[in-house]
């Protein structure tokens, strides 16, 4: 007993590795794709974009864990039933339930890895994830001043620069801060530098002027001057600590009892995240009762099983679609969060239903009984 589990364990485990890291290697690169501007334009280290593009695989790993594992449980057991090995257990005395445990007891596991994910270390990862970003993006010098494109580092600032040259100094500056509502001001200088201080970035501005625009009356004033230091830091983006973090850099109880805001459309998107993380999981023994089902009922023909395997395949698709797509209108509809569970809750009873079922038994006693009723019709002729 304990040799079988183990074999349909371990032909388990490689297949979903697999494909699993193909799943999310795709993924990863699709996405990282829009990461490759930092490095080419904006002088981005490649270790820099490496760590940041990491930090999306939990993410992308929480979303392809579902799918890796029907296709894992739909190969494996698919190759089992052409090598005649289910039948052969059939007849060594193995019931159904003794050949599906190994892919139970896995697709448990599966479900508390993702738990583990969606709870630690997706909100980790993000939150990682988003501060990094916002330090790129305050990092003046190394990501957001490019030759010749017009850069908004945050709502208030929009920076200019014709060209950098090998000294990384700038020439045909132009900044324009709108951070003053009653009062607009632009600065144009020949040439200048941008270096790092205790008190934040600052902007070294030679032979230039000053431009000051009142938006009362539009009155025009200049100060030119011939050097001009400009103290970044007040332009820069709201300190990192001060500022509301999204749902997804949110762990489970800061998303249903948040410190930081009361603010109800706010509310909505936590509740509606942690919803999802704690649904999202359970999807994975559903996919696994679909994916079970073509090898655990009917006849055992490849056309025929493989007709099965296509349409779980696509109960499969469309059980997904429709979780994800309640799960991201929470937050817009509240009232949707009991359905969430509805409609899993009867996702996982019929899938468990039609697996535990045995088709072939009530198949054999139908047909028994109509073997039965032929013999006593033939009887009564004779």
Same mark, same amino acid.
């Given at each position: 007993?304990?040799? @079988?589990?183990?074999?349909?364990?371990?032909?388990?485990?490689?297949?979903?590795?697999? $494909?699993?890291?193909?799943?999310?290697?795709?993924?990863?690169?699709?996405? %990282?794709?829009?990461?490759?501007?930092?490095?080419?334009?904006?002088?981005?280290?490649? %270790?820099?974009?490496?760590?940041?593009?990491?930090?999306?695989?939990?993410?992308?790993?929480?979303?392809?864990?579902?799918?890796?594992?029907?296709?894992? $449980?739909?190969?494996?057991?698919?190759?089992?039933?052409?090598?005649?090995?289910?039948?052969?257990?059939?007849?060594?005395?193995?019931?159904?339930?003794?050949?599906?445990?190994?892919?139970?007891?896995?697709?448990?596991?599966?479900?508390?890895?993702?738990?583990?994910?969606?709870?630690?270390?997706?909100?980790? %990862?993000?939150?990682?994830?988003?501060?990094?970003?916002?330090?790129?993006?305050?990092?003046?010098?190394?990501?957001?001043?490019?030759?010749?494109?017009?850069?908004?580092?945050?709502?208030?600032?929009?920076?200019? $620069?014709?060209?950098?040259?090998?000294?990384?100094?700038?020439?045909?500056?132009?900044?324009?801060?709108?951070?003053?509502?009653?009062?607009?001001?632009?600065?144009?200088?020949?040439?200048?530098?941008?270096?790092?201080?205790?008190?934040?970035?600052?902007?070294?501005? =030679? @032979?230039?002027?000053?431009?000051?625009?009142?938006?009362?009356?539009?009155?025009?004033?200049?100060? @030119?001057?011939?050097?001009?230091?400009?103290?970044?830091?007040?332009?820069?983006?709201?300190?990192?600590?001060?500022?509301?973090?999204?749902?997804?850099?949110?762990?489970? @109880?800061?998303?249903?009892?948040?410190?930081?805001?009361?603010?109800?459309?706010?509310?909505?998107?936590?509740?509606? =995240?942690?919803?999802?993380?704690?649904?999202?999981?359970?999807?994975?023994?559903?996919?696994?009762?679909?994916?079970?089902?073509?090898?655990?009922?009917?006849?055992?023909?490849?056309?025929?099983?493989?007709?099965?395997?296509?349409?779980?395949?696509?109960?499969?698709?469309?059980?997904?679609?429709?979780?994800?797509?309640?799960?991201?209108?929470?937050?817009?509809?509240?009232?949707?969060?009991?359905?969430?569970?509805?409609?899993?809750?009867?996702?996982?009873?019929?899938?468990?239903?039609?697996?535990?079922?045995?088709?072939?038994?009530?198949?054999?006693?139908?047909?028994?009984?109509?073997?039965?009723?032929?013999?006593?019709?033939?009887?009564?002729?004779?």
């Amino acid at each position: 007993m304990y040799t @079988h589990n183990f074999y349909i364990f371990k032909k388990l485990v490689g297949p979903m590795v697999l $494909i699993c890291f193909s799943l999310t290697a795709v993924a990863w690169l699709t996405q %990282s794709l829009r990461f490759i501007d930092l490095v080419v334009n904006r002088g981005l280290g490649g %270790s820099m974009f490496l760590y940041l593009s990491s930090l999306m695989i939990p993410a992308l790993l929480w979303v392809t864990l579902p799918i890796a594992l029907f296709i894992t $449980i739909t190969v494996v057991f698919q190759k089992m039933q052409q090598d005649s090995e289910i039948t052969v257990m059939r007849a060594a005395g193995f019931s159904r339930y003794d050949i599906i445990r190994p892919a139970v007891f896995f697709t448990l596991l599966v479900t508390l890895a993702a738990y583990s994910i969606g709870l630690y270390l997706l909100p980790k %990862s993000y939150r990682e994830f988003k501060d990094l970003q916002m330090v790129i993006r305050n990092s003046y010098t190394a990501t957001l001043l490019q030759e010749g494109v017009f850069s908004s580092p945050s709502e208030h600032l929009t920076v200019y $620069i014709r060209e950098r040259d090998e000294n990384n100094k700038l020439r045909g500056i132009l900044v324009h801060d709108t951070s003053n509502p009653n009062q607009h001001i632009t600065y144009m200088a020949n040439q200048g530098i941008i270096s790092s201080t205790d008190e934040g970035p600052v902007a070294i501005l =030679e @032979h230039g002027n000053r431009q000051t625009v009142n938006p009362e009356d539009g009155s025009l004033s200049f100060l @030119h001057f011939e050097r001009y230091t400009l103290t970044l830091a007040t332009l820069n983006l709201a300190d990192m600590t001060a500022r509301i973090r999204e749902p997804k850099e949110r762990y489970l @109880h800061e998303l249903f009892s948040p410190q930081d805001t009361q603010e109800a459309h706010l509310l909505n998107k936590f509740k509606a =995240e942690g919803h999802f993380r704690i649904v999202w999981p359970l999807v994975n023994i559903a996919i696994m009762c679909l994916a079970l089902l073509p090898h655990m009922t009917g006849s055992h023909r490849r056309r025929s099983s493989f007709k099965r395997i296509l349409f779980c395949s696509f109960i499969s698709l469309i059980m997904i679609l429709v979780i994800l797509g309640i799960g991201r209108s929470i937050a817009s509809q509240p009232e949707l969060v009991a359905w969430l569970y509805i409609i899993l809750a009867c996702i996982l009873a019929v899938s468990l239903y039609l697996v535990s079922f045995n088709h072939n038994e009530i198949l054999q006693r139908y047909y028994d009984h109509k073997m039965k009723q032929l013999r006593l019709e033939q009887g009564e002729l004779q």
